[in-house]
T-cell receptor, first 115, second 115 residues
Framework: GAVVSQHPSWVICKSGTSVKIECRSL??????MFWYRQFPKQSLMLMAT?????????EQGVEKDKFLINHASLTLSTLTVTSAHPEDSSFYIC???????????FGPGTRLTVL | AQSVTQPDIHITVSEGASLELRCNYS??????LFWYVQSPGQGLQLLLK??????LVQGIKGFEAEFKRSQSSFNLRKPSVHWSDAAEYFC?????????????FGRGTSLIVHP
């Protein structure tokens, strides 16, 4: 099946710094990618839809200026957590749809810890 | 809006015993239904999916699920659980949106397997 990678797999940063997370589709192209956030022992919450060549679509309650999304190419989307604070600590997961609209391929996730 | 309920936060079974994880959904039309498994610190792996046709769906790792429209349920089953099945299990309902679908996840059920 299709593979989606994320980098880094984990990151620790100081409060106030910015962190960039990459999501790549390794063997297929994705004009759309999705970013999720998962708190410990909780479900995945959709944050935003990343669109290649246009602006991302954010879910209600997600700060656009806080979570910057750039879909630079057909295989890469990045999520930048700006001026990170401890409450931003979470597990961030991306996904990309496959060739058929009933497939979603998930990345392994990125664990962000903000000190 | 679609929603998913997984009533059990934790399920504990003995190795070799049978398993059933409950999932109820709310959706106005015929849903796309999914079960995913997440091992600690990992992304999501698709176990099985239902779109139409036979209401009993076979998946990977010996799992199956049955779609029951009258009960709005899509319970996951396995006849004999292995220790390696210990993980977090998520039920999801998806609606096709512009060529792809965006899943809505339940809160997850944590499966604990005793030797």
């Amino acid at each position: 099946g299709a593979v989606v990678s994320q980098h880094p797999s984990w990151v620790i940063c100081k409060s106030g710094t910015s962190v960039k997370i990459e999501c790549r589709s390794l063997d297929f192209q994705a004009t759309t990618m999705f970013w999720y956030r998962q708190f410990p022992k909780q479900s995945l919450m959709l944050m935003a839809t990343s669109n290649e060549g246009s602006k991302a679509t954010y879910e209600q309650g997600v700060e656009k200026d806080k979570f910057l999304i750039n879909h630079a190419s057909l295989t890469l989307s990045t999520l930048t957590v700006t001026s990170a604070h401890p409450e931003d600590s979470s597990f961030y997961i991306c996904s990309a749809p496959g060739r058929f609209d009933n497939e979603q391929f998930f990345g392994p996730g990125t664990r962000l810890t903000v000190l | 809006a679609q929603s998913v309920t997984q009533p059990d936060i934790h399920i504990t079974v003995s190795e070799g015993a049978s398993l059933e994880l409950r999932c109820n959904y709310s959706y106005g039309a015929t849903p796309y239904l999914f079960w995913y498994v997440q091992s600690p610190g990992q992304g999501l792996q698709l176990l099985l999916k239902y779109f139409s046709g036979d209401t009993l769906v076979q998946g990977i790792k010996g799992f199956e699920a049955e779609f029951k429209r009258s009960q709005s349920s899509f319970n996951l089953r396995k006849p004999s659980v292995h220790w390696s099945d210990a993980a977090e299990y998520f039920c999801a309902v998806g609606a096709a949106t512009g060529g792809s679908y965006i899943p809505t996840f339940g809160r997850g059920t944590s499966l604990i397997v005793h030797p």
